[in-house]
């Protein structure tokens, strides 16, 4: 049998000489931003993580190979808008039939579990979807209490039911830290109401993560809730709500509904939400390759988070 796991000789040699790696996803290369906004964006995350002394490895499908670390041409492939959304169940799928497609954060996380990459970064997470008929919970949730990988994020997604997500990661032992802030972040806002454990440096939860999970052996990811820069946060409730309620009348559900509500909600704001949402993800790739960075400073093989 061929080996899916195209992982590229850059990547290989990093993880070979214990450098600090950040994993990226790409659906929302794929599906959550518009061309060519997306493809610049998944540049400008991989430059940030450059700068901050890491390696990007940005994950995606492509001809049915699960590539870490895409090539500036195979991110422009999937910025086209006709490739696949790929979850962690379609993962064999996709393989099978060789075709190409972005990864969400419940694939792109077990993938960099796969490949020995602890660390990851996204915007929002996907949660439990606000009174869908259909019961809607992203997968991400499923996949985050089975797969120890720190993903960097600014909450879950505003389109969802903030805290009825943040109820069932505490249901399901994920635990959450706020990077300086003692509220979940909330996608597009700094703010919840929800009130999560703050860490004020990157090296407090550098150390939670070796000390508490090395020594726990727990299994689960730690999402790290990075609030949106300041002066990029909207209060954009009323189009979140507007988008909501347009998705119910024309039964948007399933794969196509996260995407969907953000094109809506782009829209809705006059493409407000795209500028917040770019800067929110360009943030979250600098801290997870500080936190790359923190987590080397210690014997890896000690920690049991990255085995
Ligand atoms: N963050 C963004 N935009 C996105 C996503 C995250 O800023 O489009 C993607 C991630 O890939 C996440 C997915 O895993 O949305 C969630 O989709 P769903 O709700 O269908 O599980
Ligand atoms: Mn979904």
């Known amino acids: 049998m061929k080996d899916p796991l195209d992982i590229s000789h850059d990547i290989s040699c990093a993880l070979n000489r214990g450098q600090a790696v950040v994993?990226?996803?790409s659906c929302v290369i794929a599906h959550g931003l518009p061309t060519p906004i997306n493809v610049q964006t998944a540049m400008d995350?991989?430059?940030?993580?450059?700068?901050?002394?890491a390696i990007p490895a940005t994950i995606g499908v492509i001809g049915g190979k699960i590539r870490v670390g895409l090539t500036p041409d195979e991110i422009h492939t999937l910025g086209q808008g006709t490739s696949a959304k790929l979850a962690a169940r379609d993962?064999?799928?996709a393989c099978a039939r060789e075709i190409d497609g972005g990864t969400t954060v419940s694939a792109t996380a077990r993938i960099a579990a796969v490949a020995g990459i602890g660390v990851m970064a996204t915007g929002g997470i996907g949660g439990v979807h606000r009174?869908?008929?259909?019961?809607d919970v992203s997968a991400d949730l499923w996949e985050a209490t089975?797969?120890?990988v720190a993903i960097v994020c600014?909450?879950?997604?505003?389109?969802?039911?903030?805290?009825?997500?943040?109820?069932w990661l505490e249901s399901h032992s994920v635990p959450v830290y706020g990077f300086q802030t003692n509220e979940?972040?909330?996608?597009?806002?700094?703010?919840?109401?929800?009130?999560?454990?703050?860490?004020?440096?990157?090296?407090?939860?550098?150390?939670?993560?070796?000390?508490?999970?090395?020594?726990?052996g727990m299994r689960s990811a730690v999402l790290v809730a990075v609030p949106v820069p300041g002066s990029d946060a909207l209060d954009i409730s009323k189009e979140i709500e507007e988008a909501g309620r347009q998705a119910d009348a024309e039964r948007i559900a399933g794969k196509q509904l996260t995407p969907w509500l953000l094109n809506k909600i782009a829209e809705l704001t006059n493409g407000r939400s795209i500028?917040?949402?770019?800067?929110?993800?360009?943030?979250?790739?600098?801290?997870?390759?500080?936190?790359?960075?923190?987590?080397?400073?210690?014997?890896?093989?000690?920690?049991?988070f990255y085995t």
């Open 23 to 25: 994993a990226l996803e």
């Open 45 to 53: 995350m991989e430059q940030q993580i450059r700068e901050a002394g």
């Open 91 to 93: 993962l064999p799928d």
């Open 131 to 135: 009174a869908s008929p259909t019961r």
């Open 146 to 148: 089975r797969t120890p």
């Open 154 to 167: 600014s909450g879950p997604k505003a389109v969802l039911d903030v805290p009825a997500t943040a109820q």
């Open 184 to 216: 979940m972040p909330a996608f597009y806002s700094a703010t919840s109401g929800i009130n999560v454990p703050s860490c004020d440096t990157i090296e407090e939860l550098a150390d939670i993560i070796r000390v508490g999970f090395g020594a726990m």
């Open 275 to 304: 500028s917040s949402n770019v800067a929110l993800l360009k943030n979250n790739a600098r801290i997870a390759a500080e936190l790359a960075n923190a987590l080397l400073n210690d014997d890896r093989r000690r920690l049991g």
